[in-house]
């Protein structure tokens, strides 16, 4: 029997705060990512010293940036990044995941591995849970107090309030194509009843100014965009914000946030994600801009 490959981890990586990386990239490695393949991009607003900040913090972290790029954040630019990144990792698995998405599995990743070949599947879902805070504030955290203590809870934000797709492909085959935003794999779909959970730690301090710069940029057509999804589901979050004193509604029982940790799955997961990815359908209200995808985070 032949030892499986730990697979390589492709992502691209935006102007986060280097403390994320660093947690992120612990995170991946006890996993048992060996191999990380990394596509930096900033837009033309992020400053020099954070972009030599962050990519010091790669090359300090034992991971040298594979591509390392600058300029408009267009909605194909992610895409393309990440299909070279996969072309380099070369034959094989891939995980794939944003700087903000930390993934919990249902067994280690060399079994859900084995699982997926046994099954004669060439890609691993998952669905997103959206983390916040205890009071739902949009808040700075310390690398000592770590992601789980300053955001404790998690629930369905992008699925419930942005129409956003809440489906992930975190592991493909390197034969198989993936498409934009990592949501789905054209001609293969996800065993639903192994679903990882993708921890998504993108409402810290800051978003709201990134958010609303992808609704100017995206609607003045400075960054090209393919449809008005990822605008509008900023545009909803933006505006849920100004009705809640600049925070997020936890207490919103259609949100269904509870506390959760990146050590386990959480209670009752496999049944909840399950029937959350086999039920998900586009948002087509008439009466406002259908969202259908998200998009990573600049």
Excluded at 11 to 25: F, I, N, R, Y
Excluded at 132 to 152: C, H, I, K, V, Y
Excluded at 204 to 209: A, C, E, H, N
């Amino acid at each position: 029997m032949k030892t499986p490959v730990s697979p390589a981890l492709v992502a691209v990586v935006g102007p986060v705060e280097p403390a994320l990386l660093a947690a992120w990239t612990a995170h991946y490695r006890r996993l048992g990512i060996e191999r990380f393949h990394l596509a930096f991009h900033f837009p033309d607003h992020v400053h020099d010293a954070w972009r030599h900040q962050l990519l010091a913090a790669s090359h300090d972290l034992g991971i040298v940036p594979a591509r390392i790029s600058t300029g408009p954040w267009h909605e194909h630019t992610n895409t393309q990044l990440r299909d070279s990144l996969r072309e380099q990792a070369g034959t094989g698995w891939h995980l794939i995941a944003d700087s903000d998405e930390f993934q919990t599995h249902p067994a280690p990743l060399a079994e859900m591995i084995a699982q997926a070949e046994a099954a004669r599947h060439k890609v691993i879902g998952g669905l997103m849970l959206d983390r916040a805070t205890n009071d739902g504030r949009l808040a700075l955290w310390r690398p000592e107090t770590g992601l789980d203590r300053a955001f404790p809870l998690g629930g369905h934000l992008t699925r419930r309030l942005l129409k956003g797709d809440p489906r992930k492909i975190v592991l493909a085959h390197s034969s198989v194509t993936v498409a934009s935003g990592n949501h789905r794999a054209p001609g293969h779909k996800p065993d639903p009843d192994t679903l990882a959970c993708v921890h998504h730690f993108k409402w810290r301090s800051g978003v709201l100014d990134d958010l609303r710069r992808r609704v100017d940029r995206f609607t003045s057509g400075e960054w090209a965009e393919h449809t008005p999804a990822v605008r509008s589901e900023a545009s909803r979050l933006l505006q849920h914000i100004d009705r809640h004193n600049g925070r997020i509604d936890v207490a919103d029982p259609r949100l269904a946030f509870r506390r959760v940790t990146l050590d386990r799955l959480p209670d009752g997961w496999a049944a909840e994600a399950a029937k959350i990815a086999t039920t998900w359908r586009p948002h087509t209200a008439q009466s406002q801009s259908g969202s259908t995808i998200s998009s990573p985070s600049p």
